[in-house]
């Protein structure tokens, strides 16, 4: 949508029109639900959180500005904490794997030595299954969704840099992990 047309859209959607409403489901819909669903494990409760987000999001239409974001990236980021806010109430005697919890403090060899092992996209899988989700969220969103770092940062509620400082944080952290369970 051209920047005239989205800010027509707004107020459509301010007003409580019911098409406007409508045509925010069905354009952004998709996109919002792939990020829900790579937070949110189970399909049904995916689909609650999913629509959890909508919701949320027309009552607070008003609070939108899109100075600060694309209303796609507004509805991202309540796509986001609705997500791990859902998982947080929901599984919170889960254990998540860190590097301290692995025994790893090191890198000793380079992404390229292991590039040949085969098992290497398989234990990437298992290790983003062990991730809390607000790391498995910022990874998604970077690789996934090609996000920008200050994308992310509105999305998260932080900043670009602290964004850029925790993907390597949580890329050596998978790489630890994919590398003990090779070793």
């Known amino acids: 949508m051209m920047e005239q047309e989205t800010e027509l859209f707004i107020e459509r959607l301010r007003k409580g029109d019911r098409a406007a409403c409508q045509r925010l ?9 792939q ?17 959890d987000v909508f919701v949320k999001a027309l009552r ?12 796609s990236t507004w509805l991202c980021r309540i796509a986001y904490h609705e997500s791990v806010n859902f998982v947080r109430r929901r599984q919170p005697d889960i254990v998540y794997m860190d590097e301290h919890d692995l025994g790893l403090n090191s890198l000793d060899d380079t992404p390229e030595e292991n590039a040949g092992n ?66």
């Open 25 to 33: 489901v069905g354009d952004y819909g998709p996109a919002v639900f």
């Open 35 to 51: 990020m829900v669903r790579r937070i949110v494990m189970q399909q049904e409760d995916a689909e609650e959180v999913w629509q």
């Open 60 to 71: 607070g239409i008003g609070g939108y500005d899109s100075r600060k974001a694309k209303l």
């Open 118 to 183: 085969s098992h290497t996209v398989e234990a990437l899988e298992e290790a983003l299954e062990m991730l809390p989700p607000h790391e498995l969220a910022a990874i998604t969103m970077f690789y996934y969704d090609n996000m920008s770092l200050a994308d992310i940062a509105y999305v998260t509620g932080s900043n670009p840099s602290t964004v850029g400082s925790q993907l390597c944080r949580i890329r050596k952290k998978l790489y630890r992990m994919i590398k003990s369970k090779h070793a």
